[in-house]
């Protein structure tokens, strides 16, 4: 056997050096491969062992909770119910354990409602499990402070609002995410208070899920948005835009009508947009008078608003541009005449709208 052994070797050192280079590399990635098969082997073993002690003390904690929820009366919690809370505060200290009990209050806590859920937050107040989400605010790793700010946030904790605001601009997008649904979620739109210091950029994921949340909830008293329009932060004034749409905001029209100079195209369109769907009329004569000193994405919306918006009196200024050179002021144009006619005797008749209505191919020839 060390014969052929040393035959092999001998062999090998004698054989060309790409052939050694091929065989060291084929022993090396087999040495490998077995290394992680026992890695893979140990780890999945591990996590089987860790599935079965969490599945343990999961049940061991849902039976405590069920056991402290039904123990005493509404009144006070007797001596079994502080035996319990201290073994579960006492559980709280191992961050294990801290978690699987909070998984087994919010599983609990999301089956049911009324009495039993306060209850369920009581106890959360009760085992220190708060003072501990409290504590991972001032951590210096971003992904704690986000998991500390959901936990507080599904455990409806609105005692944390000065703490968490504090983090409003965070330089984590992922934390500022955990903030702003924390105050909209809790706080319905009073919690929106935290565009009024944003300095970050509010991203257009970020509004539709704002947005949804506020969905959510009826009956909401909606504050004064003006602030939120004069903001220097552009994203903010688009949430605010589209906070003036959904809640139709007639009121906030002063504001709106400013942001027909605002520096940022996009927003200048936006607020267009948002006078057709409001019917802020007086826009109209605003907007003619420096029309065509704006982009042409603003002029097209501008003749998309006239299309609702015109009266028989704009009739001469919209003939003006019936031979206009960008297609989509055309087609507007002709929906506008369309919609309003002459009659014989001088006098203007608003037609009703209809989706057949006909257009002169001659005008819509490309320019």
Known sequence: MLELLKNSVDTLNNSHPIIQL?????????????????????????????????????????????????????????????????YLKKCAENSLKR????????????????ETADAIQNLYYQTGLIDSATG????????????????????????A?????????????????EIQ????????????????????????????????????FNNLHIPDI???????NQSVVSFALKLAKIYKQFDAKDDIITLFN??????????????????IFEAVTILKKDLFDRTLDEQIAFFKMMEEMAMPEDIPFVEEHIQHENFFIRISVMKIMNLITVEDNNTFKINNADQYYIIDKKLTKAS
């Open 22 to 86: 091929c065989i060291y590399g084929t022993i090396i990635l087999t040495i490998s491969i077995v290394i992680l098969l026992f890695y893979l082997k140990n780890l999945r073993y591990k996590l089987r062992i860790k599935g079965r002690i969490e599945a343990t003390y999961q049940k061991k904690y849902e039976s405590d909770l069920i056991e402290y929820l039904y123990a005493g009366d509404e009144q006070e919690i007797n001596e079994q119910q502080k035996q319990i809370v201290r």
């Open 136 to 159: 991972r605010l001032k951590s210096k790793k971003w992904d704690t402070v986000a998991r500390a700010i959901r936990e507080l946030t599904q455990f409806e904790i609105k005692e």
């Open 262 to 279: 605002h520096s940022n195209a996009d927003i200048r369109i936006e607020a267009i947009n948002l006078v057709t769907h409001l019917g």
């Open 161 to 177: 609002h000065d703490e968490i605001i504090l983090l409003i601009n965070h330089p984590k997008k992922e934390v500022r995410n």
């Open 181 to 216: 649904k924390y105050l909209v979620k809790l706080f319905r739109f009073e919690g929106l208070e935290f565009l009024n210091v944003l300095e970050n950029e509010l991203s257009e994921w970020d509004q539709i899920q704002l947005l949804e949340i506020l969905n959510k």
């Open 226 to 232: 003006g602030n939120w329009l004069r903001s220097a």
């Open 99 to 114: 978690k699987i009990i909070i998984k087994t209050f919010l599983k609990l806590k999301d089956d049911i409602s009324g």
